[in-house]
């Protein structure tokens, strides 16, 4: 009996909960692609209580991780197997020092392609550098596909944090180093189209495909037949990234004060787990109402008169921007947090310097028919570009043409 057709995803972290744009924009993406082929998900190490709810979802049909193949024969023994077994220009490359790999990833790669190998995989897929070595190994191996999930440019993001003195969990990241798996990759993903140049650019000789993400469409509100409440208030969502915490941060130092003296009425309700990483002090400010992570955001949007994304930096695409468009909010963002979406500003929402949030934020409050506006403009926003099969259709078109050319 033949196996159906599959493609399997290698992350170093289980995508669930979803506490984070990036799991969120795995778990989005692979759930589409799902509908056309089955998606095995790998990962090195994860708990079973999280991953057996994560299977619940139905979004991947498998999820494995390490056999530890090691300790069944001599690690040196696999290794020297696995390397072997390579096509003879990769050995090559490898010998000459224009590659690099180390024999324990090589090992891992080969653990992926004895477990694979005879699923009928048409493709691989992988996010960020971390597992980046592992699949172009494996994907080689089982002579497929790699398709690199890039979600920024981190070499940039790096310096972005170094600038600010942050530093960056992407610090040991060079773009001499970045770029060379930008150009092993058989098809690179980039998050959106500014990105997409920079790799077309890059890495001239791999396929990149712009894939954005499309958050999941608000669920009708229990209470969606009763008035939106006339409370004026303010919402941002953030995780714990470090440019969400540092754009929060920035901005109830130097903006809420003078928002919160022009509208004392206001509440600023603070969701998501960039509430643990806010200094005490701010947390005992009048007017915040800090939150944490939760299940459902569908409420907190709805209730929202305004909706801030204080971002000063980062790269890829700002999530919780694009999650603020999908739900028909009046949106403030900033250049950085409208990083992509800049040809929508001034459609779908307000953009301006970090400096002058509180004043536009000021401005929109006692301008219902403004911010119903902003509100029209992101819903026609997300039906143009961030409804799924908008999204993702060259993505599936792409992996649709590399199965039928076998």
């Not at 701010?282 to 409420?299: E, T």
């Amino acid at each position: 009996m033949t196996c159906p057709s599959r493609c399997i995803v290698l992350s170093n972290v289980l995508p669930w909960p979803e506490r984070s744009g990036l799991i969120q924009r795995l778990n989005r993406m692979y759930s589409y692609l799902g509908e056309s082929i089955s998606v095995d998900l790998w990962c090195p190490k994860f708990s079973f209580p999280e991953a057996n709810e994560l299977k619940e979802k139905g979004i991947y049909a498998h999820i494995t991780g390490s056999k530890k193949i090691g300790k069944l024969l001599s690690l040196n023994i696999i290794n020297r197997i696995a390397f072997l077994a390579l096509p003879n220009r990769i050995k090559h490359a490898i010998r000459q020092g224009q590659l690099e790999f180390s024999s324990q990833q090589i090992g891992v790669g080969w653990e992926l392609y004895l477990r694979f190998r005879k699923k009928n995989v048409k493709a691989i897929f992988c996010t960020y550098l971390k597992t980046f070595p592992e699949a172009r190994i494996a994907s080689w191996l089982l002579k497929v596909p790699l398709f690199f999930d890039t979600i920024d440019v981190q070499y940039k993001r790096r310096e972005e944090e170094e600038k600010r003195k942050i530093q960056s969990w992407c610090h040991d990241v060079s773009a001499v180093q970045e770029i060379a798996c930008w150009r092993q990759a058989d098809v690179l993903l980039a998050i959106q189209h500014e990105e997409s140049e920079l790799m077309k650019v890059s890495a001239p000789d791999s396929l990149v495909i712009t894939v954005e993400h499309s958050p999941t469409l608000p669920q009708q509100i229990s209470n969606q037949d009763e008035p939106k409440s006339e409370k004026l208030s303010l919402l941002c969502v953030g995780s714990s990234a470090k440019p969400n915490v540092h754009g929060l941060s920035r901005f109830i130092q130097s903006q809420w004060p003078v928002l919160h003296e022009t509208h004392p009425e206001v509440v600023f309700n603070v969701v998501g787990s960039v509430c643990e990483h806010i200094p005490d002090d701010y947390k005992r400010l009048a007017g915040i109402r800090w939150h944490g992570f939760v299940d459902d955001l569908d409420s907190f949007y709805a209730n929202a008169t305004v909706v801030i994304n204080p971002v000063e930096y980062g790269t890829g695409l700002k999530i919780k921007t694009v999650e603020a468009i999908t739900h028909g909010s009046c949106l403030i963002t900033t250049p950085a947090g409208a990083q992509g979406l800049k040809t929508y500003s001034g459609l779908a929402f307000v953009m301006t310097e970090a400096e002058n949030l509180a004043q536009v934020c000021i401005d929109l409050l006692s301008k219902k028919e403004v911010r119903e506006s902003y509100c029209r403009g992101a819903q026609d926003c997300y039906q143009k570009r961030f409804a799924p099969e908008v999204c993702y259709a060259e993505l599936l078109l792409t992996l649709q043409q590399f199965i039928k050319e076998g």
